[in-house]
């Protein structure tokens, strides 16, 4: 039985950190992601950013996520850009960070 406390002593410790780590979340829409290909060139340009982590593109919902370092700032118009001089149509985005509801007002 102390073998499983320490298991769950670990695991309760490290929630934190995790949560820490998590940074900010940039939920994107973006039109006209249709392809594997069109995905790499955005993630391309997005990890190019410091302080993203990780990028992951979701096709079928025209969604792009950004995970990011508390402290980075991706703004609306920044993205707007990017994704334009991409091929594609930023839509819209919202900012999450750990532990708290999404943005207000701001939807993707």
């Given amino acids: 039985m102390s073998k499983m406390h320490g298991i769950l002593l670990a695991a309760l410790l490290a929630l934190p950190l995790a949560a820490q780590a998590a940074g900010v979340r940039y939920v994107m829409r973006v039109d006209g992601l249709a392809c594997p290909y069109c995905a790499y060139g955005v993630e391309k340009k997005l990890k190019a950013i410091e302080g993203v982590e990780?990028?992951?593109?979701?096709?079928?919902?025209?969604?792009?996520?950004?995970?990011?370092?508390?402290?980075?700032?991706?703004?609306?118009?920044?993205?707007?850009?990017?994704?334009?001089?991409?091929?594609?149509?930023?839509?819209?985005?919202?900012?999450?960070?750990?532990?708290?509801?999404?943005?207000?007002?701001?939807?993707?």
Avoid: H, I, Y
């Fill in 54 to 108: 990780r990028v992951d593109v979701d096709l079928d919902r025209g969604l792009v996520v950004v995970d990011a370092r508390e402290g980075v700032v991706l703004t609306e118009e920044a993205m707007r850009r990017l994704m334009k001089d991409a091929g594609f149509t930023f839509r819209s985005m919202r900012v999450e960070r750990p532990g708290e509801a999404a943005s207000a007002g701001q939807g993707a």
